[in-house]
């Protein structure tokens, strides 16, 4: 009986070490193979040269020399673009734009529309040409197909992919990435157009401080001076001259790669790109609704060219005072236009 066990523990012993043997030689096949696959992949390169490409290593053998490429070939630079991109950039729109539409609706229901003061006396002032009025709607209407094509490629996926599904999220994603490509160079050269066109009017003036002070008039009923574009105005077309320009010069950076731009370079001006544009959004908000409906006349001067002498009077009182003079009825202002009369074709001069 003692003899059985015996023998018995003695082909388990060997039954064990037989599966043991036949693991290591499996593991051992295994790691072999997977060297030869490496070695087959990238022959003479290991774990540890590996490690070296991953830490930046300058030496020539860890570069990449395809078209004279001077970067690394794990390159950890994306990473960090899209963690700046998915953890700043991209919130700080949110917060940007989403606040100032809800400071904008709380101002509206709180303060309410800026009504005029005195009624209309009917006598109209020429403000804008059909030149000027062509190009302000041209450069507005490509910058607010931009600002959505731009929102769209940043977060439509959070909102459209998941209520539309994945065909009609994809034919909204590519048809967003065509227009903002092709729309972009063409917004940045009227853009240019239309920041040389206004500039006079749009030199700082001392009032302008005063207009600041006193919030624009917004609050309250009292007059603050300003020309022919008011603080405000003049504001928003400094930064469309400045963060405007940088967000256009950014685009042709990211739209035109094919001039040996490195990836860096684009990486960078992807951020800016974003940053400067999601701020331009937010405050494009603000300039819509007082030009709109937040305040009364505003629009009239941007769809016809005129304004009531009542509106100048009370936005624009500096110039009213120097133009007040050319006041014309409707009638006249028919006559005129029936008459081709040169005064139509360009606003009055102002020293801003």
């Known amino acids: 009986?003692?003899?059985?066990?015996?023998?018995?523990?003695r082909w388990l012993c060997v039954t064990l070490m037989l599966l043991a043997s036949l693991g290591m030689a499996s593991l051992a096949s295994a790691q072999s193979t997977s060297e030869s696959e490496m070695v087959t992949a990238a022959p003479g390169i290991d774990a540890d040269q590996w490690r070296q490409v991953r830490s930046g290593e300058t030496g020539p053998n860890y570069r990449d020399t395809r078209f004279d490429s001077n970067y690394n070939l794990v390159n950890s630079s994306?990473?960090?673009?899209?963690?700046?991109r998915n953890r700043w950039v991209s919130p700080f729109g949110l917060i940007a734009i989403g606040g100032m539409a809800a400071a904008i609706a709380l101002f509206y229901i709180i303060i309410g529309r800026k009504y005029l003061e005195e009624p209309r006396t009917g006598r109209k002032l020429f403000?804008?040409?059909?030149?000027?009025?062509?190009?302000?709607?041209?450069?507005?209407?490509?910058?607010?197909?931009?600002?959505?094509?731009?929102?769209?490629?940043?977060?439509?996926?959070?909102?459209?992919?998941?209520?539309?599904?994945?065909?009609?999220?994809?034919?909204?994603?590519?048809?967003s990435k065509v227009l903002h490509n092709y729309l972009g160079p063409i917004f940045g050269v009227l853009l240019v157009i239309l920041l040389i066109s206004m500039i006079k009017e749009n030199m700082p003036k001392k009032h302008d401080l005063e207009w600041f002070k006193k919030g624009g008039g917004l609050f309250g009923k009292e007059h603050v001076d300003a020309g022919f574009c008011n603080g405000g105005e003049k504001a928003w077309y400094w930064l469309l001259?400045?963060?405007?320009?940088?967000?256009?010069?950014?685009?042709?950076?990211?739209?035109?790669p094919n001039f040996n731009q490195g990836r860096d370079t684009m990486q960078w001006a992807n951020?800016?790109?974003?940053?400067?544009?999601?701020?331009?959004?937010?405050?494009?908000?603000?300039?819509?609704?007082?030009?709109?409906?937040?305040t009364e006349g505003a629009l009239e001067g941007m769809t016809t060219g005129y304004v009531d002498e009542t509106w100048a009077k009370e936005h624009h009182n500096l110039w009213y005072e120097e133009v007040k003079d050319q006041a014309l009825t409707e009638d006249e202002i028919a006559a005129q236009k029936s008459a081709g009369s040169a005064g139509t074709d360009s606003a009055p001069s102002s020293s801003g």
């Open 1 to 9: 009986m003692t003899h059985n066990k015996t023998g018995l523990w």
């Open 78 to 84: 994306g990473e960090t673009w899209r963690q700046w």
């Open 127 to 175: 403000r804008w040409s059909l030149l000027m009025r062509s190009l302000h709607w041209t450069v507005a209407s490509l910058f607010i197909v931009l600002a959505l094509t731009g929102l769209n490629l940043l977060f439509g996926k959070f909102v459209f992919r998941s209520l539309l599904g994945d065909g009609a999220w994809a034919w909204m994603v590519s048809t």
């Open 241 to 256: 001259a400045s963060v405007g320009l940088l967000v256009v010069a950014s685009g042709f950076v990211l739209d035109f």
């Open 271 to 294: 951020l800016i790109h974003a940053v400067g544009a999601l701020g331009l959004t937010a405050v494009s908000l603000g300039h819509i609704y007082i030009g709109t409906l937040g």
